[in-house]
C-alpha cells in the first residue's frame, strides 16, 4: 500500500524533489531522443559495422528506463515518489539522487532482485 507524502514531508523536500523532477524529465526527453534515432536506424539499410542485435539490445534498455522514469515521474505526480513500494519506508534522498527512478529503498530493492534470481536460477 502506498501512503501520499505529507505535507510537511513535501514542504522539506521541495528543493530536491524540484530537482530530481528536472533530472526525471531530462532523462526522459533524452531517451525518448535517443529511442527515435534508433528506430529510424533501424530502418535504414543495413551497412557494415551495424550489428543488429547490439541495436535491439539497447533499444530494450532505453525503453526500460523511459518506463522507469515514467512511473517515477507519475509516483511524483500522486505524491508518492520518495516512499519504498514494497515496506512504505522513505528512500534515502542519497539513493534518489543516484538513481532517480527508485521505487524501492535499497534493502526491499535487493531482496527484489534476490528473488528475480532465485526464481530463474530454479
Known amino acids: 500500500m502506498q501512503c501520499k507524502v ?3 514531508t513535501r514542504h522539506a523536500s521541495t528543493v530536491p524533489m524540484e530537482l530530481l523532477r528536472g533530472i526525471l524529465e531530462e532523462r526522459y526527453a533524452v531517451d525518448t531522443g535517443r529511442l527515435t534515432r534508433m528506430t529510424v536506424h533501424a530502418v535504414l539499410p ?3 559495422g551495424r550489428d543488429v542485435r547490439t541495436l535491439a539490445l539497447h533499444t530494450v ?3 526500460q528506463r523511459l518506463a522507469e522514469t515514467a512511473q517515477a515521474l507519475r509516483r511524483m505526480s500522486e ?3 520518495g516512499r519504498c ?5 522513505a528512500i534515502p534522498l542519497g539513493r534518489l539522487r543516484a ?3 527508485a521505487a524501492r529503498c535499497a534493502p526491499c530493492e535487493s531482496r527484489t532482485a ?6 530463474r536460477a530454479s
Open 6 to 8: 505529507s505535507d510537511r
Open 46 to 48: 543495413s551497412g557494415p
Open 85 to 89: 513500494e514494497d515496506c512504505d519506508k
Open 99 to 101: 538513481t532517480p527512478h
Open 79 to 81: 505524491g508518492t515518489y
Open 61 to 63: 534498455s532505453v525503453r
Open 114 to 119: 534476490f528473488a528475480t534470481t532465485e526464481r
